[in-house]
């Protein structure tokens, strides 16, 4: 199964708030991303959080740690039509020496007037 | 800061044919990956390096060679062209900087190759 899950749709309206969710099997994982994908382009990142924290917040961007259950969430705050975007979860933990990411399946954030 | 440069943008292969995908980035990080991303499918590693000299399998290598003899360079080789490699092909770099007892290891990624295979 996949180590890093992810809801592939979400649509809310412009003003909302959107929250969209991952999950992660590792229990060693020690930093966790959020990357934005926007049409064309390469993916860039948006966010992370240390496995020590359990929130963080960055202007509209709030990111919640659930370390018992391996969840993490990235909550868009005010959403305007320009964050439609695909966001990716992902997590590293060493392996064999190396830091190499798990990248979820991506989540299609559509935000309509 | 160019950052990470991928060439070309977009590529029509016949089946059989062979292409390299060039990669280059120029912020001196040791980790290069190559990654592919089919629609609905998110990314998969394809090969990665920690170093000049240093490369490794990732999870779907079989079609596909790299080599890494500089820092910059990161070329991704594709011998024998089939349609099941029509895909959008990613490189990114990283330098995992140590926190503690772990690394915070970003990706820097470039804006992709379109590949088709017909």
């Known amino acids: 199964g996949e180590d890093v899950e992810q809801s592939l749709f979400l649509s809310v309206r412009e003003g909302d708030s959107s929250v969209i969710n991952c999950t992660y099997t590792?229990?060693?994982?020690?930093?966790l991303y959020w990357y934005k994908q926007e049409p064309g382009a390469g993916l860039q990142l948006l966010t992370y959080?240390?496995?020590?924290?359990d929130m963080k917040q960055d202007q509209r961007l709030t990111v919640l740690l659930n370390k018992k259950d391996k969840h993490l969430s990235l909550r868009i705050a005010d959403t305007q039509t320009g964050d439609s975007a695909i966001y990716f979860c992902?997590?590293?933990?060493?392996?064999?020496?190396?830091?190499?990411?798990?990248f979820g399946r991506g989540t299609s954030l559509i935000v309509h007037p | 800061n160019a950052g990470v440069t991928q060439t070309p943008k977009f590529r029509i292969l016949k089946i059989g044919q062979s292409m390299t995908l060039q990669c280059t980035q120029d912020?001196?990080?040791?980790?290069m990956y190559w990654y592919r991303q089919d629609p609905g499918m998110g990314l998969k590693l394809i090969y990665y390096?920690?170093?000049?000299?240093?490369?490794d399998k990732g999870e779907v290598p079989n079609g596909y060679n790299v080599s890494r003899s500089t820092t910059e360079d990161f070329p991704l080789r594709l011998e024998l062209a089939a349609p099941s490699q029509t895909s959008v092909y990613f490189c990114a770099s990283s330098y995992p900087t140590a926190r503690g007892p772990s690394y915070n290891s970003p990706l820097h990624f470039g804006n992709g190759t379109r590949l088709t295979v017909t």
């Open positions: 992902a997590e590293t933990h060493a392996s064999g020496g190396s830091y190499i990411p798990t």
């Open positions: 590792d229990s060693s994982s020690t930093y």
């Open positions: 390096s920690v170093g000049a000299g240093i490369t």
């Open positions: 959080i240390f496995s020590n924290m």
């Open positions: 912020m001196n990080h040791n980790y």
